[in-house]
């Protein structure tokens, strides 16, 4: 099975049906009011590069590059389909986030998480995350955990 990871537009319909199931997931474990979600359109925005796992064609992940600002930059939208967990295509994803966050001079990662997502943990943290508080304008939630990554 050889996963391809490529910079790709999200306005495609079975990368919608991605972001659907993603959504979906999430819904399941963290009440909407606490969800803070990207629609396919607002991915598609100049500020965000969107990464897309394929598996023979088929879309089994993804993961986005949301810039805020000359030195900050945002992990969004990560999610890999349960047929394909447990192959490090986050990792990979997140990778490749970074990689292209130091290329435009990013200084700085950031991300929100949900508490119920240790998996999503054990990702960021194998590849040098460390929680902090709150980031951007995200609120001070329970439902919530925040990583951030130097690039400097």
């Not at 607002?42 to 992940?61: E, H, K, P």
């Not at 389909?81 to 986030?97: L, Y």
């Not at 970074?98 to 990702?123: C, F, I, Y």
Request: glycine share 8%; charged share 25%; net charge negative.
């Amino acid at each position: 099975m050889a996963v391809e990871i490529a910079v790709e537009t999200p306005l495609q319909d079975d990368v919608r049906a991605l972001v659907a199931e993603l959504n979906a997931a999430l819904l399941e474990l963290t009440p909407a009011e606490h969800c803070y979600h990207l629609t396919v359109e607002q991915m598609a925005g100049s500020d965000t590069t969107v990464f897309i796992a394929r598996d023979n064609g088929l879309a089994v992940g993804c993961g986005a590059l949301k810039r805020h600002d000359e030195a900050t930059g945002e992990v969004k939208r990560m999610y890999t389909r349960p047929s394909h967990r447990g192959m490090k295509i986050g990792a990979e994803i997140v990778g490749r986030v970074e990689a292209l966050a130091r290329q435009e001079g990013l200084t700085r990662l950031v991300l929100e998480t949900g508490d119920r997502h240790p998996a999503a943990w054990t990702v960021y943290e194998r590849v040098g995350f460390t929680r902090c508080g709150p980031v951007l304008d995200y609120p001070d939630s329970e439902w919530s955990v925040f990583y951030e990554k130097s690039l400097a």
